[in-house]
């Protein structure tokens, strides 16, 4: 199984920037399409993000569609979340996570469920102030 440990979080004004990493041991990083979460306080914990295993196909929730961009180097391990624009909406902690099986049948993305990923980070921290 893949282990996955995030960082890059911490606090920014409102319309700032913040760009998490997800740093992956383990089991073959490019055998896994990889996704972002959060999860803000009081609430459940939803989706954000996803890659394909190569980088060639992401999906992005509605809320932030156009402010964030994720990214994958299977070389390093590694998969990125560069978050533009941010929003006080946008406090959480985010979470990273390995699909298996990859969350795309065809074009059509079932990823949007928390349930049934297989491997989790122990989430960082972002905090967006007004």
């Known amino acids: 199984q893949v282990q996955l440990v995030e960082s890059g979080g911490g606090l920014v004004q409102a319309g700032g920037s913040l760009r998490l990493s997800c740093a992956a041991s383990?089991?073959?990083?490019?055998?896994?399409?990889m996704g972002w979460f959060r999860q803000a306080p009081g609430k459940e914990r939803e989706f954000v993000a996803a890659?394909?295993?190569?980088?060639?196909?992401?999906f992005y929730a509605d809320s932030v569609e156009g402010r964030f961009t994720i990214s994958r180097v299977n070389a390093k391990n590694a998969m990125y979340l560069q978050m533009n624009n941010l929003e006080p909406s946008d406090t959480a902690v985010y979470y990273c996570a390995a699909y298996d099986p990859p969350p795309w049948i065809g074009n059509s993305f079932s990823g949007r469920s928390p349930n049934n990923l297989a491997a989790w980070g122990q989430g960082t921290l972002v905090t967006v102030s007004s």
């Open positions: 383990g089991r073959t990083f490019s055998n896994y399409a």
């Open positions: 890659i394909s295993w190569n980088g060639a196909t992401t």
